[in-house]
């Protein structure tokens, strides 16, 4: 009887080790990922603030002097999203208004490029800080145009709702925090902490990499955008971050910010991509009921890469409507 059974608790046994070994290994796999620090900021162009929650890598393009403009980016894109003349090349929506006389400012937010990773929530407070932080580093008081793509137009809106004072105007491009909300196997993530942390490590590499790939045909003002965001799954912490800021800004409703820069008379111009799944064209329709002084202009053949995909377009509406009177 007891050596009958004997093949049975050793197959069960070898189940269950497989079981937990399959369960432990995203797991694993983020603990053997590259840690950012100085080894993986050898190349990096630019330069680095210690700020309180950690390093911010950022940099500047153009003129020493003229009209700033501080560009942010969004949930998976770093800044080379902006592209810029100081990486190798010159392109990208960067490079394009420092052709205009403005002098630019890109940077990584926590988690992303070359910054730093610090855990906890990725709420507004959190990019908020970072971003006073930076400015007051760099000793930049106001008189800010403000451009915020994706998650970073979310970044963008809070910030401009907390220090109206400070921007000159504010440029939105695909901008979340209109209460989009993502597919089922994402909000379910979000929702469920713990099992929704290990399906984050076990999906989302395979995810990303596919939605990359999905624009490698595509034009690009910034080179190798695809496998540069690709790469980003190198580094520890960077999975984490994105599942933080689904979970804390990109959750949050920015109705009343919005209301908020539209009773302060902020200028705010909304730029849209008729063919973006990731925020629909109905966000539109959400801007006109919040902040009904925002321009708002679509892109007729633009997804959800139009910073890169279609730079001209971009700013050729920036400047468009600043002719029309927008700053």
Request: aromatic share 8%; charged share 20%.
């Amino acid at each position: 009887m007891i050596t009958g059974a004997l093949p049975w608790l050793l197959l069960t046994c070898l189940v269950l080790l497989l079981a937990l070994g399959l369960g432990l290994l995203p797991l694993f796999r983020e603990r053997l990922r590259h840690p950012m620090g100085s080894g993986a900021r050898n190349a990096a162009p630019g330069n680095f603030a210690p700020l309180s929650r950690g390093v911010t890598h950022y940099q500047w393009h153009g003129p020493a002097r003229g009209p700033i403009a501080v560009c942010v980016h969004g949930l998976t894109t770093p800044s080379f999203v902006w592209g810029g003349l100081t990486a190798g090349h010159s392109g990208g929506l960067a490079a394009s208004l420092v052709a205009k006389g403005y002098r630019v400012l890109t940077y990584d937010l926590y988690g992303r490029g070359f910054s730093d990773r610090p855990e906890g929530p990725q709420d507004r407070s959190f990019f908020i800080q970072q971003l006073e932080e930076l400015l007051a580093h760099e000793g930049i008081s106001g008189d800010i145009t403000l451009v915020g793509y994706s998650m970073g137009g979310a970044i963008a809106t809070t910030y401009t709702a907390a220090h109206p004072d400070q921007i000159r105007e504010l440029v939105l491009l695909a901008s979340a925090g209109l209460q989009h909300e993502p597919g089922k196997i994402t909000r379910y993530i979000r929702d469920h902490p713990g099992l929704g942390d290990w399906l984050m490590l076990a999906l989302f590499p395979y995810q990303h990499r596919r939605g990359c790939e999905a624009e490698r045909s595509l034009p690009s003002t910034v080179p190798d955008v695809v496998d540069l965001q690709k790469n980003e799954l190198r580094y520890r912490g960077y999975i984490p971050a994105v599942l933080a800021s689904l979970r804390g800004i990109l959750s949050e409703d920015l109705s009343a910010d919005l209301r908020q820069i539209h009773r302060q008379g902020v200028p705010m111009l909304a730029i849209w991509g008729a063919e973006d799944t990731v925020i629909p064209i109905s966000a539109l329709g959400r801007m006109t009921k919040e902040a009904r002084s925002a321009r708002q202009e679509v892109i007729e053949t633009a997804g959800h890469g139009l910073p890169y995909t279609h730079t001209d377009a971009v700013l050729e509406i920036i400047a468009a409507n600043h002719r029309h009177g927008l700053e």
